[in-house]
């Protein structure tokens, strides 16, 4: 029998969750064949299995956050017999300090609650404590560290159960269907929860995580994980640095002449073109490939780019490393390479990870100008707007050129506005004579 493990997706990424499995139990799977999605704290990923055989028990579901190497199911041989499933319990982790209980609770036979979406980190003290009193710890919102399940958590779950007005044939078929019974209001007697009232939950349909619903105010669309993130990471970098903006227009007549018409052995994109720019600007202005460290500024020796791209789900931000060593062709291929495999969710935490300076590219969507957030731990982000040919004024006389519209917006706490307007003439000047 093999052992599926959460993959280590990457130095920085240290517990995901599982999106979606690509086979059911008893399908038959092979090695390097896709298996399941993972949500880190980025993006979306699709995980390749790393066994052949067939799919005998699947020990995590969707939405569970465990730690990497967490075994999360078994492939086998088809009759091969499964081992103790005890020791694949979700959540196990070495015992730590709790505080004690103040209390005992009083015996309870509470129903098992179905698993709920998110944590499951269960304290051993916690999970011997369900196991007795017949408690799905998985059911709880913990108030341990990290939102871990603790031994009081138990206690005061078994204390409301007992606390609960229900009738003995209702308490039975809870039991059976996996109802929590802390939930339900009753409508017998006094409040009692009444066997119909149990039916009524049963057959109520859970909602799903992308379940969508009407409601008086309109369509109500659950958010993905990866727009939880986004919400996340884009309202700290928001309240957290305090933003200004430039925006300079460059003529890219000379850069379009010599690159995109050039006869090279391939046809550069635009945004390749800024990028470019970009890396030999902050070569010299490497105040702006900089990053904010609490007590200090680190100007970073090596310039990774980062290259937003938009997916169906949200927004991804896969990182060209190590920029200041390649050539036009080699930014190129790299973020060919990075948008295909954002695409396909065959992105890798390490590749969007490392970002030191960011580019965002909205004028494929036809917009001119537009501020962006910046995306930490960068200090500063480059939007860029369409290409439009505007009338300009050239040694007095008026010319039709294409004009492009760039914006840098900069972290205060780091880049100075003398420094940043100092960049972005830099950067003009490098585009407007094509000196890459």
Request: aromatic share 4%; hydrophobic share 40%.
């Amino acid at each position: 029998m093999h052992e599926i493990k959460m993959p280590q997706l990457g130095q920085s990424v240290e517990e995901a969750s599982i999106v979606e499995w690509l086979k059911q139990e008893g399908d038959p799977i092979k090695e390097g064949e896709p298996l399941y999605k993972v949500q880190t704290d980025k993006a979306e990923i699709e995980v390749e299995s790393t066994a052949t055989g067939v799919l005998r028990k699947i020990l995590i579901e969707p939405d569970v956050l465990v730690p990497v190497l967490t075994v999360i199911a078994l492939v086998g041989e088809p009759d091969e017999a499964l081992p103790d499933l005890s020791q694949y319990q979700a959540g196990a982790a070495p015992a730590e300090a709790e505080p004690e209980p103040k209390a005992t609770a009083a015996a309870a036979t509470p129903a098992a609650a179905p698993a709920a979406a998110g944590r499951s980190f269960v304290s051993p003290r916690a999970r011997t404590r369900a196991k007795e009193l017949g408690i799905d710890p998985a059911a709880l919102a913990g108030t341990g560290p990290k939102g871990r399940v603790i031994e009081a958590d138990i206690l005061a779950y078994a204390d409301k159960v007992a606390a609960i007005k229900i009738t003995p044939t209702a308490r039975r078929l809870a039991a059976v269907k996996g109802v929590d019974i802390v939930t339900l209001s009753g409508t017998g007697a006094g409040g009692k929860i009444t066997k119909a009232d149990v039916e009524k939950a049963v057959a109520k349909p859970a909602p799903t995580r992308t379940e969508v619903s009407v409601t008086p105010q309109g369509k109500r669309i659950p958010l993905t994980p990866m727009r939880s993130i986004i919400a996340k990471r884009m309202t700290e970098s928001k309240f957290m640095a305090p933003h200004y903006y430039i925006t300079v227009e460059t003529d890219m007549s000379a850069l379009i002449k010599r690159y995109r018409n050039g006869g090279l052995s391939f046809k550069p994109s635009y945004t390749d073109l800024v990028l470019a720019a970009a890396i030999k600007a902050l070569r010299e202005y490497p105040s702006v490939n900089a990053t904010w460290d609490g007590d200090a500024v680190i100007e970073l020796a090596d310039i990774n780019l980062g290259v937003a791209v938009a997916l169906p789900t949200g927004l991804i931000v896969p990182v060209v490393k190590h920029a200041q060593d390649m050539s036009l062709e080699g930014i190129h291929h790299a973020c060919r390479e990075l948008a295909e495999k954002a695409r396909t969710d065959r992105l890798m935490p390490d590749d969007y990870t490392g970002n030191t300076f960011t580019v965002s590219n909205l004028g494929v969507y036809g917009v001119d100008h537009f501020t962006a957030i910046i995306n930490q731990p960068d200090s500063a982000i480059l939007a860029v707007g369409q290409i439009n040919d505007r009338p300009v004024v050239i040694n007095g006389g008026i010319d039709i050129r294409p004009i492009m519209k760039l914006t840098l917006s900069s972290d205060h706490r780091v880049i100075d506005g003398a420094t940043a307007a100092q960049f972005m003439g830099r950067l003009k000047e490098i585009i407007e004579t094509a000196d890459l």
